[in-house]
């Protein structure tokens, strides 16, 4: 083989370990932004839904406008409580009526059965075990006042909805670290192959008298170079694949409010990409060159 073909191999070789690297990178970031996004919007969606669960306090018929007023001040200022809308006797016929598209208090001699009531939202929150006890501190404080008849929520979809979210969220984060943990050695080994094709030019610049940090500067900075490629790569990948799916069900996954998330999203994307790049050729260049020292 003539010493052109020679260079031409290596080159071949050279530019294919660097693709390889960079591709896994890609590969690995693509999965670890997709799995971010999930736990994003899993999060969001499971906020907003423990919010919207309503706790329906009923008041009794004694209950004056101003008791019920200010029993809705004093619940709105406990911590966990996240908003508290007053509906009085009056109102909830109206709402009833409308409800039934006619006025019901005409078949009932213009008396009105029903009572005022609080409508209470609580904050949300990622451990079921808060849920539950923040659910029984308020049915505890809020039974003990005298003008209250009793308390209705959705109990079954509650616990469901926060064991649901807390499952899933800690499987999204064993599964990220478990990726992380394998790209960190599969990245190792792209570059490791990439390092190969160099050590005719390690082992000249050790047998000079190199020092280790000037031998592995290079590589280090092509690996930072690497991981910021796969990481451009990986995002414009994964927003396409978003994009595709938002459209094809119509979903809002690009409104305004979520691109503060999605900022942070992509510079965490980043941090990853360079940092396991950079991980990897280290301890890959390290071990490769005592290996070869010790020979």
Do not use: C
Not at 132 to 151: H, L, P, Q, T
């Amino acid at each position: 083989m003539s010493s052109k073909n020679i260079k031409r191999h290596g080159k071949i070789r050279l530019w294919a370990g660097r693709t390889s690297t960079v591709f896994s990178i890609m590969l690995v970031l693509f999965v670890f932004g997709l799995l971010m996004f999930v736990e994003y919007h899993s999060y969001r969606a499971t906020h907003e839904m423990q919010e919207r669960i309503t706790y329906q306090v009923n008041l009794n018929a004694e209950t004056t406008e101003e008791e019920a007023l200010s029993l809705r001040d004093e619940l709105a200022a406990l911590e966990y409580v996240r908003s508290v809308d007053y509906i009085s006797a009056d109102e909830a016929a109206r709402l009833f009526s409308a409800e039934l598209d006619e006025d019901f208090l005409t078949l009932l001699d213009s008396v009105n059965p029903l009572y005022p009531t609080l409508m209470v939202t609580l904050k949300a929150s990622n451990n079921p075990t808060h849920i539950s006890e923040a659910r029984k501190r308020f049915e505890k404080e809020v039974s003990e006042y005298a003008s209250v008849d009793d308390i209705t929520y959705q109990e079954t979809m509650l616990n469901d909805l926060s064991q649901i979210f807390y499952k899933l969220s800690w499987l999204l984060i064993v599964f990220m670290v478990l990726l992380l943990i394998v790209s960190v050695a599969l990245i190792s080994t792209t570059i490791r192959i990439s390092i190969n094709s160099n050590r005719a030019t390690i082992r000249t610049m050790s047998m000079v008298g190199a020092k280790m940090g000037f031998i592995t500067r290079p590589f280090l900075w092509r690996s930072i170079l690497y991981g910021f490629l796969g990481a451009t790569f990986a995002t414009v990948l994964m927003f396409a694949a978003v994009y595709i799916f938002n459209k094809q069900f119509h979903l809002a996954l690009f409104h305004p409010r979520h691109f503060e998330a999605y900022a942070v999203l992509v510079a965490a994307i980043y941090v990853v990409g360079i940092a396991i790049s950079f991980i990897a050729t280290y301890f890959s260049v390290h071990r490769h060159i005592r290996s070869k020292s010790e020979e």
